[in-house]
Structure formats: structure tokens, C-alpha cells
């Protein structure tokens, strides 16, 4: 069984930052991907930052030269550092994780971001 946890949602003031966190536990073998999507109200649930199954990131144009993704292999976790908020990042923001070859998403954080 494999868990995900989230965390360092919140409340900021635009051009505030933000760091999420979402923790892979459990039988674990081998991650392929790893992302993290967002979804706002009355919205489809959109890709925010990846890492692909080669290693490379991905960004959307939105969130380019703002957000960063990363990772630390040794803990199975996944991290998305938000700066220059704006409010329209405002979302529940989900990880998803592909661990042997089987998807995963997290329990969603929310990101509130005020002008």
C-alpha cells in the first residue's frame, strides 16, 4: 500500500511564496513520474510542474520562471517552491506520483492567494 501526504498549503498575500511538500510512504519500488496539479473552482484540474520518467521538468507557462519543482530521492518526496503569487494561483493543489507504473495522488492542498 502506498500513502501520499501533502503539506505547506496556506494563506498569502500575492507576490508571497509558498512551499509544498507531498511525501511518498509504503512498498515502494521504483518512482517514475512525479507532479503536481492544481485545481481552482469551476475549473478542470490542470498540470502545474512535472518531473518526467527521463528525469527532465516541465512547467506550465503560467507558472514558469515562479514556481520550481524538485525532489529528494532518498526521502520519495516531491516539492513545489511557489514565488511571486499571484490570485489567480489560487487552488487545491494535488501531487500525483506514477510508483510502479501505478498512479497516485495526494489528499490536496489549499493554496489561497489574496490581492
Known amino acids: 500500500q502506498v500513502q501520499l501526504v501533502e503539506s505547506g498549503g496556506g494563506s498569502v498575500q500575492a507576490g508571497g511564496s509558498l512551499r509544498l511538500s507531498c511525501a511518498a510512504s509504503?512498498?515502494?519500488?521504483?518512482?517514475?513520474?512525479m507532479g503536481w496539479y492544481r485545481q481552482a473552482p469551476g475549473k478542470q484540474r490542470e498540470l502545474v510542474a512535472g518531473?518526467?520518467?527521463?528525469?527532465?521538468?516541465n512547467y506550465a507557462d503560467s507558472v514558469k520562471d515562479r514556481f520550481t519543482i524538485s525532489r529528494d530521492n532518498a526521502k520519495n518526496t516531491v516539492y513545489l517552491q511557489m514565488n511571486s503569487l499571484k490570485p489567480e494561483d489560487t487552488a487545491v493543489y494535488y501531487c500525483?506520483?506514477?510508483?510502479?507504473?501505478?498512479?497516485?495522488w495526494g489528499q490536496g492542498t489549499q493554496v489561497t492567494v489574496s490581492s
Open positions: 500525483r506520483l506514477v510508483i510502479d507504473s501505478r498512479m497516485y
Open positions: 509504503g512498498n515502494i519500488f521504483s518512482i517514475n513520474t
Open positions: 518531473f518526467t520518467s527521463y528525469g527532465s521538468t
